[in-house]
């Protein structure tokens, strides 16, 4: 027996639609990705009713006058890229309404394709957040640890500090301070690595040329002087968190060792820290400079002053060999690390 044929409901008109819209206690916003500056084309009455801004001062604005003082650029940012990506968006974002008091609205951002793929609106949901709601918000949480993370990174700051200020009246002690301040000095850097909300892995995997070319950074900031130029040519790779801190430590130590030593009575000079991607997962870390070499018979690292003795250790740990060429045209350290990169 034949299925009865039914026909296929009519269209929505556009009529239809808005008035559908119109009579949702959902506040509503079209914004029409057509026109200069996508500008809102339709509001609701339920919007109007959360907002503040009756259909007359919200249409033909884009929907930025809805943002202030305290919006964070973050959330403003994933609305920019998911709108020039036509791909849909849930932020909750501090919102203003028209006496200016401000509301955390949670906003739903959908495409609206036409049925030959061009795409027609942009709708917006708007729900404001109860105290509660505001309080669980994925936002709230972000803006905590941010605070955090700031608060740990001045934290840091200063302790490199006091150490390099008591370093310099220690004596024959100040070597064991300056390998403390490098040692806090490339937590610090690596803290700022784990934090990046960049970030795709977890905490147990740094990138290390990204982490490398920030300790690059922080160390000629405070060892290095104007005329002395730094290039940072990193590889890819990823390594374990400890395996980063400690080759964290000897890179740092290397380079702050060329910046104090290798331009000496020189205003200018050029450095270059290197991390090569070698086959499977060996890694090749160089470290160069064009100053004017390590006196005769002066090997590095000591191995008779703590410093020395502590980036040999490290070295050995990493399994690494290292090997220092140096003439009067420049020093060359190189350090080869078979078995380091994570594969992936």
């Not at 495409?111 to 309080?135: C, H």
Request: glycine share 8%.
């Amino acid at each position: 027996m034949d299925t009865e044929h039914r026909p296929s409901p009519p269209p929505i008109s556009h009529a239809q639609a808005f008035e559908a819209l119109s009579g949702s206690n959902i506040a509503m916003v079209l914004c029409d990705p057509a026109l200069p500056d996508c500008p809102i084309v339709y509001v609701n009455r339920a919007f109007e009713l959360v907002s503040g801004y009756t259909a007359p001062m919200a249409v033909g604005r884009n929907c930025r006058f809805l943002q202030g003082k305290d919006t964070d650029p973050d959330d403003i940012k994933r609305i920019r890229e998911a709108v020039a990506s036509r791909v849909d968006v849930t932020v909750d974002i501090q919102n203003y309404r028209a006496d200016g008091t401000p509301f955390m609205n949670r906003l739903m951002l959908t495409p609206i394709f036409a049925a030959d793929g061009t795409l027609r609106y942009f709708l917006g949901i708007q729900k404001p957040l109860s105290e509660v709601e505001d309080l669980m918000s994925p936002n709230a949480v972000r803006s905590a640890m941010r605070e955090v993370q700031h608060r740990v990174k001045n934290h840091l700051s200063m302790i490199v500090s006091l150490i390099r200020l008591h370093g310099r009246a220690a004596g024959d002690a100040r070597d064991q301070f300056e390998l403390l301040s490098r040692r806090v000095e490339s937590l610090q850097v690596l803290y700022q690595e784990l934090s990046n909300p960049e970030r795709r892995r977890n905490m147990d995997t740094v990138s290390l040329g990204a982490y490398l070319s920030r300790l690059s950074a922080a160390t000629q900031a405070l060892d290095g002087r104007a005329g002395i130029r730094v290039n940072v040519l990193v590889d890819e790779a990823e390594v374990t968190t400890d395996e980063a801190i400690n080759l964290g430590l000897v890179v740092s130590e290397v380079m702050t060792n060329a910046l104090q030593h290798a331009f000496e009575g020189r205003e200018t000079g050029l450095m270059e820290l290197r991390l090569q991607r070698l086959s499977g997962q060996a890694l090749r870390v160089t470290v160069s400079d064009d100053g004017v070499g390590m006196p005769e018979g002066v090997s590095w690292p000591d191995k008779t002053s703590v410093g020395g003795s502590v980036i040999n250790g490290l070295i050995t740990q990493l399994s690494g060999k290292l090997v220092v060429n140096t003439g009067s045209t420049g020093t060359v350290v190189t350090l080869d690390l078979p078995d380091l990169a994570l594969q992936g």
